[in-house]
């Protein structure tokens, strides 16, 4: 012991320096992200290479500055009109809407539509207050009425709902069916079953029952 | 449908726009962060305002530039040496060895400490590959040859091991103890017994050992 104060009573209690507060502080503010992960990232950023941080600062700065929505669909692009509504390649009087530019690439990512999309920037949440004017709802609508608004000015012919198998996602599907009832489009949804890959033992109550109601005939 | 090729049929898939694409595989980097995390991640940030973006890019790049180890105790700091060791109301001859940065800052919340530390940056770990030279335990070994290594060049009269109560922990403990019977400071280790706020029927049979084994006479 010193013949200074006794070291293990209560006294002056010292904190990280500011800058690593402040990063502490940026990094909690992200979903998901409780204090304890964010001294988890921030102690990694600190221990990583300079050049790895950098990239990292610079990832964030440069999607804020470089990407935005497309004028068409609302998907994520890089330019006026994002890939996908520009392709001449893809057939664009098919409209698939969807929730979020994620769910977009989910679809894209099984390469089994050719068609365009529309991504609705959430869905209908009253409980939330996310009502039908905080969606893109009104866009599509117009893509629908004015060809010139839908990509490559091409017609829309069909409109297939690709919303979530959930109760909001139902919820917004089913605003969306009852205003394009009004128009000419035919208007689909993606199919509801068994997911390819699981066990049927284990399926819940309401797959099974989408699965029994939407049985396909064979041979 | 069109009279283009069946939008339903398998064709180019599109992806997100590549700054997206980079922030997300910045984000996929980071400890704790699958596919899925830097997707919700990175739609925080194209969704959250531009100054919050900037704060958040800012402040990694501000901790890389501004945040460096204390030359004591190797402690975070954004000077030369840290705010404890730098602190003459703290008694620098009783030195608290941690192994993180995050083990300081938990003892510092309590109030209940006084004396200057010394942070191990890890704790040994044969499996990982980790042994004594990645660890600072020289320089701690130094602080305690020469006191003008130490926290305001006072002499070392007492380290207390601060490891986690942990197996690694525990192994690291051990081979400081030894290194440090060859001096001539006094060595302690922290308490270990039953959780302050938990439930004994609860407490795992290693923490009712040490409770047992660690109990004192009262009255």
């Given amino acids: 012991m010193s013949n200074q104060t006794d070291p293990f009573k209560a006294g002056p209690s010292a904190a990280y320096p500011p800058p690593v507060d402040r990063l502490l502080n940026e990094l909690a503010k992200l979903p998901g992200i409780g204090r304890r992960s964010a001294e ?16 990292l600062a610079e990832s964030i700065r ?27 390649r893809r057939d664009a009087s098919t409209v698939l809407v969807v929730e979020q530019p994620r769910d977009l690439i989910a679809i894209e990512s099984t390469g089994m539509y050719r068609g365009v999309y529309h991504v609705l920037m959430g869905r209908l949440s009253p409980l939330d207050g996310v009502g039908p004017d905080d969606l893109t709802i009104g866009d599509l609508m117009a893509r629908i009425g004015d060809s010139s608004r839908n990509a490559r000015s091409v017609e829309v012919a069909e409109v297939v ?55 396909r005939s064979v041979g």
């Fill in 40 to 55: 988890r990232l921030a102690f990694h950023v600190l221990k990583s290479a300079p050049a790895d941080a950098a990239a």
């Fill in 62 to 88: 440069d999607v804020k500055k470089l990407v935005r929505h497309c004028g068409i669909c609302f998907n994520f692009t890089d330019s006026e009109v994002c890939s996908i509504c520009a392709d001449p």
């Fill in 161 to 215: 709902l690709g919303m979530n198998p959930t109760l909001e996602g139902d919820g917004t599907a089913l605003h969306l069916a009852e205003a394009l009832a009004s128009t000419s489009v035919k208007v689909s949804r993606l199919a509801r079953g068994l997911p390819s890959g699981g066990q049927l033992d284990l399926a819940s109550k309401a797959v099974l029952a989408d699965a029994i109601e939407g049985r």
